[in-house]
């Protein structure tokens, strides 16, 4: 496996071009699956996921033909999916067991094509993700559902039908298959308590173009009128937030000076906010976000994780990492997953001054200086956290097992040393 070598201390300034959101382009590919027209995809982020989803698609039976172009000053790519009839509807464990975000592909096929056999999926290993919202709102719909031989079946007989769906933790996997299924269903779906995640409008905004009714974007209740037929779009991904989010922290913690480019602010209002509790200055213009921590001293700030709006589960190591070296205590709380502190071991081989109370919160007391270590990601954001560690440590540190960040964050080693980060990748063959 590969590793990614570091030596710390330099701090970061320049321009970051922040890429296509990875947790917007799963779904969305998936969603191409719902007409038999072609439809095109932008601002595609080029990550292992994304190749990982097309390959499951291929299987499937979707022709997909792709492009290297420059998108708003940044290179990035773009596809063209096309199933006109699947050869099969079955997502094998092979592709399966490497992303959890599979998974997407369950509501389009069982509602397009009446029958889907997924096999349960696999990703990064912070906690149960049960899929219990999915299948038990499908089966209201109408699904007849069976788990086999580690495999999800599921059947309707003709089409799914409207159903009024509560659904019992604002889950955004639930709320995107849930919302690919509904559209193609009879009559009309109430969804209540629906994640309100930036992803699942870049969703219901590409879903709206092919032909959906769907009411209720942004807000906690989604109404989705059933309709027969969805037509192919060209549709351009919005830009990661939690990528742009890790960046902000980089230059915080570097005492440098970034400039996010294509970030969206109004999509991370309370990291940024944290951010300035910290210390750190924030600057919005019409198409980035600058952070500034020259000659600031960072101050720890506590942190809550929570369903968005709320403080996103998905920058909680990054920012973690953060306050192991800002002045004074922070206190950590994490609300969505279990099993997401597994980075605190790795900060603490670094010198990190970490105490966690129970499995949902740390205390976590600054330290004057990190110390370069060997680490081993555990997951994707965790990785991120472990380099950001990296990056201001004393000495060399080795990050083990970056395969997990080839999984969410485009050409990290280039965009940091585009900056001034001393970082190399050690390929596997180089060992």
């Known amino acids: 496996m590969d590793k990614i070598k570091i030596i710390g201390g330099k701090p970061l300034f320049g321009k970051v071009y922040i890429s296509g959101a990875k947790n917007t382009a799963l ?30 698609l291929e299987q499937i039976g979707t022709e997909i033909s792709g492009k290297q172009e420059e998108l708003n000053g940044h290179n990035t790519q773009s596809f063209t999916y096309h199933t006109p009839q699947p050869k099969s509807l079955v997502a094998p464990y092979d592709y399966v067991r490497k992303m959890r975000a599979s998974y997407y592909v369950l509501g389009p096929l069982l509602t397009k094509y009446k029958h889907v056999e997924l096999s349960l999926p696999g990703g990064c290993a912070i906690g149960a993700r049960p899929m219990d919202i999915h299948l038990s709102s499908l089966e209201q719909m109408g699904a007849h559902i069976e788990i086999k031989n580690g495999y999800v079946i599921a059947d309707v007989e003709e089409r799914l039908k409207g159903a009024n769906i509560t659904f019992h933790s604002a889950s955004v996997g639930a709320t995107c298959n849930i919302l690919m299924a509904a559209v193609l269903a009879q009559g ?18 590409m879903l709206c173009k092919m032909g959906a009714k769907i009411e209720g974007a942004d807000t906690s209740t989604l ?23 890790s ?33 750190a200055k924030v600057e919005i213009t019409p198409n980035s976000i600058i952070v500034d921590a020259q000659n600031c001293e960072l101050v720890g700030t506590d942190i809550y994780t929570d369903y968005y709006p709320g403080f996103p589960t998905d920058l909680q190591a990054q920012f973690m990492a953060l306050m192991c070296v800002a002045k004074g205590a922070a206190m950590v709380t994490e609300n969505i997953w279990e099993n997401r502190f597994m980075h605190i071991p790795e900060l603490m081989r670094m010198g990190a001054n970490i105490n966690v109370h129970g499995h949902a919160s740390a205390i976590v007391r600054g330290v004057e200086k990190l110390s370069g270590a060997p680490v081993m990601s555990t997951d994707l954001r965790a990785s991120f956290a472990l380099v950001l560690a990296g990056l201001v440590a004393e000495g060399e540190t080795i990050v083990n097992r970056v395969y997990h960040l080839d999984r969410g964050y485009e050409t ?7 900056v001034g980060a001393d970082i190399e990748r050690i390929k596997e063959s180089d060992v």
Do not use: W
């Open 27 to 56: 779904p969305i590919i998936c969603a191409t699956l719902l007409s038999d027209e072609p439809s095109t995809l932008r601002n595609l982020p080029i990550l292992s996921d994304i190749k990982s989803l097309n390959l499951l």
């Open 188 to 205: 009309t779906t109430v969804i209540e308590n629906a994640a309100r995640e930036p992803e699942i409008a870049d969703l219901i905004s």
């Open 223 to 245: 109404t989705i009128h059933g309709v027969d037929k969805l037509h192919g779009v060209t549709h351009e991904i919005i830009n990661d937030r939690i990528e742009a989010g």
């Open 247 to 279: 960046y902000a922290v980089a230059a915080a913690m570097t005492h440098g000076r970034l400039e996010l480019v294509n970030a969206n602010p109004d999509h991370l209002q309370l990291p940024l906010d944290i951010l300035r509790k910290t210390g």
């Open 412 to 418: 990290l080693e280039e965009k940091f040393k585009a």
